[in-house]
């Protein structure tokens, strides 16, 4: 017989757990399906995200940057290091137990709010009436009964034609954060955001990376300059990055792969890695999904169709996150979880993805939100802008992080925010102040007359607002 419930959730990544958990605060009989399994066969909540790609990356990015730093940068501070080695067992048994501190937490939030977790992979079985019937195959199979479906299964790194991930040679992002030992000769093919961050944890643990890039130039989603500057700090920190490649095909051998490319120019080139990670981009999940049996509609590249509200074409299915449009980002997939619960409970949220900010994890880090000024411009719209360097920044200086700057965008005649964009220290953190700002429509100006605590980075805003008024005080 069917357990009830009033929602069933296919997923619990970060937009599946989070509408699960908003649900049931709203008073809903929730349950949520997953299939993500430790190595004990305990549950493991969170998704690609906490297991194999935001949180473990951001440990090792913090554990090689330490490195790096003990390596290079205490001297400076007049701290000396003897014999630095690395142990790379232990860093992943941190990044390791990290994840796993993340799985109990969601698991604690669930049993907190009362959400049921069916450990195994959910399938839409069909329809009863009023009520879905969710099939739930593995471990915890069950067969759940609910009115209302919510999608949230992710995504799934693209593969090369013809190339399969065996994550010890080719590497997708799980093997890429799971290497044994720091490999003498590391390939990276793609420069998006995982291909720079997990190219920089290896390059920094002293592999030579080379990354090969199929685009022009980087980062072309990024603003102009906040890209030209990453590019002169990767390539100052050894990173080797080719643009405008072309991968002609990759060759396994017992101890490595041999990629042959094709350059810019028109160049071919082969070069022999001992490892090599692929980052091409992602892939919706929706194999095994049951989509064809129930007519729910996918697009052509396997996207569950969605409006602007995430309804699907069927009653009472919605779909969030990495499985339909717009940026797959785990904070997007929240804020679409959360919407979608209230509006299930006849409440009007709206995400707005012009305000959904972009962060790179690098060293500069690199963050945004909004539009750049070349994209602003191209369409029509008039700005002014205004920039301020971290090296003149008190704070910058003290903890030695001076690469980098501030940039932010306003319209010429309303002098509204449109796009607040970093390079540097704490990108990430500082460019919420640029989210805030467009969410409440304010001004370069409401920025500029902000008092900001002295001494510290979030003042290279406030010089950056001064600056679009061309009145910066301190560059």
Not at 18 to 45: E, H, M, S, Y
Not at 364 to 380: M, N, T
């Amino acid at each position: 017989m069917s357990q009830p419930f009033d929602i069933v959730v296919i997923g619990a990544g970060p937009g599946g757990y989070i509408a699960a958990i908003r649900a049931a605060q709203l008073g809903f009989n929730v349950a949520c399906v997953d299939d993500w399994t430790r190595a004990d066969g305990k549950p493991a909540p969170g998704g690609a995200c906490t297991n194999v790609g935001c949180i473990p990356s951001k440990a090792l990015l913090q554990s090689s940057e330490n490195f790096e730093r003990a390596g290079h940068g205490f001297a400076d501070h007049g701290i000396a290091i003897d014999g630095l080695a690395i142990d790379v067992a232990k860093m992943l048994a941190r990044k390791d137990r990290i994840v796993a501190q993340n799985n109990d937490g969601i698991l604690f939030l669930f049993r907190k709010n009362k959400v049921t977790l069916f450990q195994g992979r959910g399938r839409i079985a069909g329809r009863d009436g009023e009520r879905w019937t969710v099939a739930v195959d593995g471990p915890g199979a069950a067969e759940l009964a609910a009115t209302h479906v919510i999608v949230a299964t992710g995504s799934l790194p693209r593969a090369l034609p013809g190339i399969v991930f065996d994550n010890l040679r080719v590497l997708d992002n799980a093997g890429a954060l799971a290497i044994a030992e720091v490999p003498k000769r590391l390939g990276v093919i793609g420069a998006g955001e995982i291909g720079l961050e997990l190219g920089s944890v290896w390059r920094r643990l002293g592999a030579e990376v080379t990354i090969l890039e199929a685009l022009p130039g980087l980062l072309p989603a990024a603003d102009e300059a906040v890209a030209k500057e990453a590019l002169r700090a990767f390539t100052r920190q050894g990173l080797a990055m080719r643009f405008g490649v072309t991968v002609g095909g990759v060759d396994l051998r017992s101890d490595g792969v041999d990629v042959a490319w094709r350059d810019a120019d028109g160049t071919d080139h082969r070069d022999g890695f001992d490892r090599l990670i692929v980052s091409i981009g992602r892939v919706p999940t929706t194999a095994g999904l049951g989509a064809a049996d129930i007519g729910l509609a996918l697009d052509a590249r396997g996207f569950v169709n969605v409006d602007a509200e995430c309804r699907t074409n069927l009653p009472n299915v919605w779909a969030i996150g990495d499985v339909v449009r717009g940026p797959m980002l785990a904070h997007k997939a929240e804020e679409e979880g959360v919407a979608v619960a209230e509006r299930i409970a006849g409440q009007h949220p709206d995400v707005d993805f012009g305000t959904v900010p972009w962060v790179i994890y690098t060293s500069p880090e690199i963050a945004w939100v909004g539009r750049s000024e070349r994209e602003l411009s191209g369409s029509g719209v008039d700005v002014r802008a205004g920039s301020f360097p971290f090296s003149a920044n008190a704070r910058a200086r003290a903890i030695g992080e001076t690469t980098g700057f501030v940039k932010i965008v306003a319209d010429a005649a309303t002098d509204r925010v449109l796009g607040m964009h970093v390079v540097g220290p704490m990108a990430g953190e500082l460019v919420e102040e640029g989210v805030v700002a467009m969410e409440f429509g304010a001004a370069s100006e409401d920025l500029a007359r902000i008092c900001h605590a002295h001494p510290t980075l979030s003042e290279a805003t406030h010089e950056a607002a001064l600056a679009v008024d061309r009145r910066s005080l301190n560059a």
